[in-house]
């Protein structure tokens, strides 16, 4: 077992899965994989289980019945990962939009000491995004002002999916307590992580428009991160974070 888990929820992405598994594989660094699948009907759950029975040590599989959503994956993923004793958590998404390779400069920021959380940013140096419509792009970057104006976050992109977590944070938070899920979550996780007294730090990163599937974009989780950001101010306000 290596010291380091990658985080990957998944719905209908069998066309990226296994390539993706074999580049984390593939990485000098050495990580191992949970894939949280939830009940993918194009049998995404079945590819990753071909791959454990090559990597039974380096692969695991959460298979949960139906779409629970984004922020309950990644919640079972951090049980797994502490549970398991991995020191270092990282999240990714399976498209292809985060980078595998980018994954050891978030892993060595951790791992140096320069921050209990390492944030791969699409906004840290301008803009690096490329496929994105305009309109996404604007609604993008302005949810990520809007949702550091209200909580006061010290880092561009609020609502990076791609981490790197120091288990002692995971520790300190109450998972329980942790309400989002879409977009929404990752805001929520760096706010609870940045008042809990740990130091968040950006990496930049390309961010590309996902190669394979559909987006998972929807209304209801904009609408959700609309209001996440006021009910994480005022619960910090009044001291029940």
């Known amino acids: 077992m290596n010291d380091t888990l990658v985080i990957i929820p998944t719905y209908n992405e069998a066309h990226n899965i296994g390539r993706l598994i074999d580049i984390l594989l593939s990485l000098n660094i ?4 949970l894939v949280v699948d ?5 049998g995404t759950a079945d590819l990753v289980k071909q791959k454990i029975s090559a990597n ?4 695991h599989l959460i298979e949960r019945e139906g ?8 919640v079972a993923g951090f049980r797994f990962a502490l549970s398991k004793k991995y020191t270092y958590i990282c999240e990714m998404d399976a498209d292809f939009s985060h980078n595998p ?7 060595e920021t951790v791992k140096s000491g320069d921050a ?8 840290s140096k301008g803009i690096s995004i490329v496929n994105w419509p305009l309109s996404r792009l604007i609604l993008s970057y302005c949810a990520n002002l809007y949702a550091r104006f209200i909580t006061g976050l010290p880092i561009k992109d609020t609502t990076a999916g791609f981490k790197c977590i120091h288990r002692k944070v995971l520790e300190a938070l109450n998972l329980d ?3 989002s899920n879409g977009y929404a979550f990752q805001i929520e996780i760096h706010f609870r992580a940045w008042k809990a007294g740990f130091s968040l730090k950006e990496v930049s990163i390309i961010f590309r428009e996902r190669e394979e599937g559909v987006s998972k974009m929807s209304r209801s989780i904009v609408r959700e991160a609309v209001w996440r950001v006021w009910s994480l101010k005022f619960k910090s306000l009044v001291g029940s974070l």
Do not use: F
């Open 56 to 59: 039974p040590d380096r692969i």
């Open 67 to 74: 779409k629970l959503g984004l922020g309950t994956a990644y």
């Open 101 to 107: 390779t980018d994954i050891p400069r978030l892993i």
């Open 38 to 42: 939830d009940g993918s009907p194009d």
């Open 30 to 33: 050495g990580v191992d994989v």
């Open 116 to 123: 209990d959380v390492a944030v791969g940013s699409r906004y």
């Open 177 to 179: 307590k942790i309400s």
